[in-house]
């Protein structure tokens, strides 16, 4: 790659110079027509089609992923315009959050019957512009926030003004150059692509040793020398002879004590357990809007165990370590007697608990599965005297502060590829560098 002979002053403000024989449009002038879409109904078997929602963007590379499809009952009336062909571009129009801008461009790259959702629109390369550069376009648009002005904020969802985004000024090269430019990057990008690739693997390996090691420690105990007997729980398999196990029941009671408004809302997560800080608004998910009545919460103390009744399934579980209050929808179990909380919290959030949480939720489907403590008072749980119980907790604390810790290195290798991955889009579709 090398240098053009000669550029010229760029009119927009987020590139300095282009090559002097690149044209200068607005994005509107790439495309063909820019047509919303459409949510329809629930699927009846009768009108029923593909709705590509912005959930199936893959933000990686710019394209629509189909590990899971959504069907919408679509009357042909209002599917004709919106019918998606290969190669036509998605513009997300709403959606985004505190952390992510609304505005991603992908590229609709299959040949099955489709929509778009409400929230996202269609966009057809103009014949003198390639699709799979406009993609990388709008990829160096957005990674240079050109779409933040375009945006309009309502209660959390990020809207994009389409028509003010489309009237952004772009480099325009020749198509020529722009196949130069796609087929350049199509073969640099895959191979960075497939570097991030492997390291996502190794991140998803770490975890999966750190969580095997945890689970064996907290079932079996550290000395691999102590004599074990048969559990006779399937999950749980052969333990310590002289550990016991007992319904929960035994362990816990379930704690009612109302709420007080001195003390901090805590949530329970499934990937961090419990809070240690009052939850922000943003985590009232239903209308981010506080509950003044602070009564109406339940109140936690330290070595509470503390779960979602609703995601249960899902691994929201954990053990409280503050003060605070929790949402009515949660159940609190006490402790009957001295145990180490944190040893408790490993045990629950290993597969097999979770799994048994799964089992004893009740309700038809996924979303309205509730755990309540009639039922959580009977799962089993390990009690090791309170020595080892304090060992084994240390030990997993230290697994999981070593796999946090090459995990975020491996996570700063694949944040420089890929901002090595944009810089590389920037300077060759800004015309930096040529093919």
């Known amino acids: 790659m090398q240098r053009y002979e000669s550029y010229k002053p760029a009119p927009m403000d987020w590139v300095q110079v282009i090559p002097d024989h690149w044209e200068v449009a607005r994005l509107k002038r790439t495309i063909s027509g820019c047509v919303n879409g459409v949510w329809g109904s629930d699927p009846k078997g009768v009108d029923d089609i593909v709705c590509i929602r912005v959930a199936d963007f893959n933000r990686q590379n710019f394209s629509v992923s189909t590990k899971k499809l959504t069907f919408r009952d679509i009357p042909s009336k209002d599917r004709a315009s919106r019918i998606l062909q290969k190669d036509d571009l998605l513009l997300e129009k709403s959606g985004g959050g505190e952390n992510q801008l609304v505005g991603q461009v992908v590229k609709f790259d299959h040949d099955f019957g489709a929509v ?58 020749s198509y020529v150059e722009q196949e130069n430019i796609v087929r350049c990057l199509g073969q640099q990008t895959l191979e960075i ?131 605070g209050l929790v949402s009515p929808a949660y159940v609190v179990a006490a402790p009957l007697a001295t145990i180490n909380g944190a040893y408790f919290e490993y045990l629950y959030r290993t597969h097999g608990f979770i799994r048994e949480m799964d089992r004893y939720s009740k309700g038809i489907t996924d979303f309205r599965k509730r755990l309540y403590w009639d039922e959580f008072k009977q799962l089993v749980s390990l009690l090791p005297p309170l020595g080892e119980q304090i060992q084994i907790a240390a030990y997993a604390e230290q697994i999981i502060n070593q796999t946090s810790a090459l995990t975020e290195k491996i996570r700063d290798q694949i944040d420089a590829l890929n901002e090595f991955r944009a810089s590389l889009i920037e300077n060759l579709v800004t015309g930096k560098i040529k093919t």
């Open 116 to 173: 778009t959702s409400n929230f996202v629109a269609k966009m057809t390369a103009a014949k003198s512009c390639h699709p799979a550069y406009l993609v990388y376009l709008h990829a160096c648009l957005y990674a240079n926030k050109i779409n933040f002005r375009s945006i309009k904020q309502t209660t959390g969802i990020q809207n994009l003004d389409s028509e003010s985004y489309l009237n952004e000024l772009v480099p325009l090269p």
């Open 193 to 323: 692509d497939a570097a991030i690739a492997k390291k996502e693997r190794l991140i998803e390996l770490l975890q999966e040793q750190a969580d095997i090691l945890i689970s064996q420690a907290v079932t079996r105990g550290l000395n691999p020398d102590a004599p074990m007997r048969d559990s006779d729980v399937s999950w749980i398999g052969r333990v310590p002879v002289h550990w016991r196990q007992l319904a929960n029941r035994a362990l816990f009671r379930e704690r009612m004590e109302p709420g007080q408004a001195d003390l901090p809302i805590l949530s329970v997560s499934i990937h961090t357990a419990v809070s240690d800080d009052e939850q922000d608004g943003t985590e009232n998910i239903r209308a981010k809007i506080r509950i003044e009545d602070k009564t109406s919460y339940k109140r936690v103390r330290p070595g509470d165990v503390t779960y979602n009744m609703m995601r249960a399934w899902q691994g929201a579980i954990g053990v409280v370590r503050v003060d």
